[in-house]
């Protein structure tokens, strides 16, 4: 099949003009046999592009000749293009690799661009300029990441990172009200094996090895793979993730080499947005779009999101006293920095509470001065043998 481009567009449209236009008999037939194009392809070009005068043609020339925007369209095709034509064009014809914050704040707020019913912009326009953004411009997409979300308040600001997790009791409800099978199945994954999305959805039957107990339990180890690091990591599988888990792969019928997973980010935010509201963690306004597209719009409680599981992790591990480096190990954080940073969280109350438990004069540990002193890397100082000498008198 011909691919369809803008340039055989134009020539198509101007071999027709110079045969007498479409409405001529014949026409149709003649150009296929020239551009040697079957009529299906042909009947898409001319519904893509109904016309394509010179002029018209000269108009865009400028847009069409950016060479990002060539490479773009290759990899996107013409939809995907004419959605930054249309940003361009609002921006009174800006170059898009000019394109800065204020410019981008532009097209959040033209009339033009935003859904009539929300008064917010169009989704397809907000996911078109983060792809566009993250191939040809990564530092403003960096910057402007959050205001190019499809949902917002899927995560809190920078310094709640910390305080961004369910209680033991709060992770408790949030199970109790999911009744599927598969987002239940990825949820106890994502919660007891602390890994990203990404993480879990490469997993495959064949990565669980399960060793049955001479108790009757079972518990095994997973091996995950997680794209961001490009490690794989070994994950510990309780009893009661793999009751879930099989239940999962019988009902499915999966193979050994079939993927476990194969719901996208998108449903799965989606998920957790509608078990929240339900378990009452949270309040999001759904707003519903004419192809079945919705949108989640945050109100209160904890922002949903699958990386709020991953942080749940990270709490219930510093709450049973797991160490830093143990959970690092556990969850899959290659920087224990980064891990005491943005997700264990120690509450005040946990910390005095150890503080209160310390014994200062524990006996077990009790050794007279000198013995101490020996058993250092340091030499004794004379300052300190004069006081030991002292004392002895």
Not at 348 to 368: A, M
């Amino acid at each position: 099949m011909t691919k369809i481009k803008a340039d055989l567009a134009r020539a198509i449209h101007k071999r027709a003009n110079e045969l007498g236009g479409w409405d001529k008999h014949g026409v149709k037939s003649q150009i296929s046999k020239e551009f040697n194009m079957s009529r299906p392809t042909l009947d898409t070009l001319l519904y893509i592009y109904p016309t394509y005068s010179e002029k018209k043609y000269a108009e865009y020339q400028d847009f069409y000749a950016i060479p990002e925007i060539q490479q773009f369209m290759k990899v996107t095709g013409t939809t995907k293009t004419g959605i930054i034509k249309q940003c361009w064009l609002v921006l009174e014809r800006k170059n898009p690799m000019n394109w800065d914050e204020q410019d981008l704040e532009i097209i959040r707020k033209h009339p033009q661009l935003a859904d009539k019913r929300t008064g917010i912009v169009k989704y397809e326009i907000m996911t078109t300029l983060r792809k566009f953004l993250r191939s040809n411009k990564p530092i403003l997409f960096q910057k402007e990441e959050k205001n190019l979300l499809y949902t917002k308040g899927t995560k809190p600001p920078k310094g709640q990172r910390r305080k961004w997790f369910l209680t033991p009791d709060e992770a408790s409800r949030f199970i109790q009200t999911i009744d599927d099978i598969e987002f239940l199945a990825q949820v106890f994954c994502q919660l007891k094996f602390g890994c990203r999305h990404s993480g879990f959805n490469n997993l495959k039957v064949e990565d669980i090895d399960i060793f049955p107990q001479k108790d009757g339990k079972i518990t095994g180890i997973v091996q995950l793979f997680e794209p961001k690091t490009k490690k794989t990591w070994q994950k510990w599988l309780d009893e009661e993730t793999y009751t879930v888990l099989n239940k999962y792969i019988n009902m499915r019928k999966l193979k050994e080499s079939d993927k476990l997973f194969k719901t996208s980010i998108s449903s799965y935010n989606n998920l957790m947005k509608h078990y929240g509201i339900k378990a009452g963690l949270c309040q999001y306004q759904q707003i519903k779009y004419k192809k079945g597209n919705v949108k989640w719009k945050y109100i209160s409680g904890i922002p949903m999101s699958s990386h709020l599981l991953r942080h749940t992790f990270a709490f219930i591990c510093s709450i049973n006293n797991v160490s830093l480096e143990e959970t690092a190990e556990l969850g899959g954080w290659e920087d224990v920095n980064t891990l005491k940073d943005f997700y264990f969280y120690v509450p005040p109350e946990k910390l005095k509470k150890r503080y209160n438990t310390i014994d200062w004069y524990k006996t077990e540990y009790s050794r007279d001065k000198m013995s101490l002193i020996e058993n250092r890397n340091e030499p004794i100082a004379i300052e300190e043998l004069e006081e030991l000498e002292a004392e002895k008198e």
